[in-house]
């Protein structure tokens, strides 16, 4: 099997990568779990690394992606609080959207089929269609707290929101006062060839929440905010049992030993352009299922004119692992690692289904 789903972009550096291996090997000889009420040189190092590579003046560690969300929805409501607006708590959001599946997360997203029979939606998000920025601004109001997006959306179907776009809600957000609310949770990490999506524009915001890849594997997320956007976050306003833990800040430092490596950023956009390139090929071969290539580094989308899971089943017929998307997309999200020869193989199994699928369709 060659993985071009990463775990949904989770194995950022493949699988059992050997500084990983290695570092979780040593770890495990010492510590795995004291608490985030102490602190810990391992988490004191992954944290000044991530704010010197960042934006952001302070993190908060977490387990997940849908964790580091919940802290940033809070955060945003919280600042406000602190600021003497505590009717400020509503987030805009976007169609298309997914933040997680907690409660509160499953609401930012206002997908139907992730909201339905878990009872009354939790209040306090404004949904807008897609990249809508004359419907952003209509939806401000006096108790809009922040604007909540994913630079690229990936479950929406690999869609990235143009840098004019990014640039545009962080103007908005400046004049209203209000906090710009980023997930990167699969799109950061070095997936798109930055180390995070929105560095491409040349903005940032004022909170991230940052998953899957920051671990390679091993359950990790972190909120990363600016001081003043922190401010409401006092000792004691929030908390995680096992977030911040030895294992896991030992494994997140080794994760950023290998991506902020000299060159490993290049190699990344250097491998996406071979596999957009092979994959523009493709659609051209095959122009009755395939329309065409979206997306930015080696988070890729396959737009499709057959039903995606008929093509995602397809490929791992052919020993090729994707994940499908919304609108009829189909993800490519290989390990970040990835050589050209790997790309090569890839391309050839995806031919391979692409064929199997027309004759499929011609015998029926």
């Known amino acids: 099997m060659l993985d071009f789903g990463a775990g949904i972009a989770v194995n950022s550096l493949g699988h059992c990568h050997p500084h990983l291996v290695d570092t979780l090997k040593k770890q495990a000889e010492k510590l795995w779990h004291t608490s985030n009420l102490y602190r810990i040189p391992e988490g004191e190092r992954l944290a000044e690394r991530l704010c010197e590579a960042t934006f952001a003046d302070t993190v908060f560690f977490t387990n997940s992606g849908a964790e580091a969300m919940e802290c940033s929805i809070k955060m945003a ?19 298309g959207a997914f933040h997680g599946r907690t409660l509160a997360t499953i609401a ?71 906090l710009l ?18 560095q491409h524009s ?16 091993f359950p990790l997320g972190a909120c990363l905010a ?43 956009n250097q491998m996406s352009l071979l596999l957009s390139q092979k994959l523009a090929g493709l659609t051209d071969e095959f122009p009755d299922m395939l329309s065409g290539v979206r997306g930015k580094g080696l988070m890729l989308g396959l737009e499709c004119k057959v039903a995606n899971t008929e093509l995602q089943a397809a490929c791992v017929a052919n020993d090729l692992l994707v994940v499908a998307a919304g609108d009829n997309v189909v993800r490519l999200l290989p390990p970040l690692t990835i050589t050209a020869d790997e790309v090569f193989q890839a391309v050839t199994r ?5 064929r199997q699928l027309r004759s499929s369709s011609a015998s029926n």
């Open 181 to 198: 609310v980023f997930d990167e949770i699969q799109c950061g990490m070095g997936r798109t060839g930055k180390l995070f999506a929105h």
């Open 202 to 217: 040349s903005i940032a915001p004022d909170i991230m929440a940052s998953a899957k890849g920051i671990g390679g594997g």
């Open 77 to 95: 409501r919280k600042y406000h609080a602190a600021s003497g607006h505590p009717e400020k708590f509503r987030l805009i959001t976007f169609e």
């Open 108 to 178: 930012a997203g206002g997908q139907q089929k992730y909201i339905d029979g878990f009872g009354p939606a939790v209040e306090g998000f404004d949904q807008v269609p897609f990249a809508d920025h004359e419907a952003v601004e209509k939806a401000i109001g006096p108790e809009t707290a922040g604007i909540l997006i994913e630079p690229i959306q990936g479950e929406g179907g690999i869609r990235p929101v143009p840098a004019k776009c990014l640039k545009g809600l962080r103007e908005l957000c400046d004049r209203h006062g209000i």
């Open 350 to 354: 995806i031919e391979a289904a692409c």
């Open 226 to 268: 600016t001081s003043e956007a922190a401010k409401g976050m006092v000792a004691g306003s929030h908390g995680s049992t096992y977030g911040g833990n030895p294992m896991a800040m030992a494994i997140g430092n080794a994760v950023l030993d290998v991506i902020l490596e000299e060159g490993f950023l290049d190699h990344v």
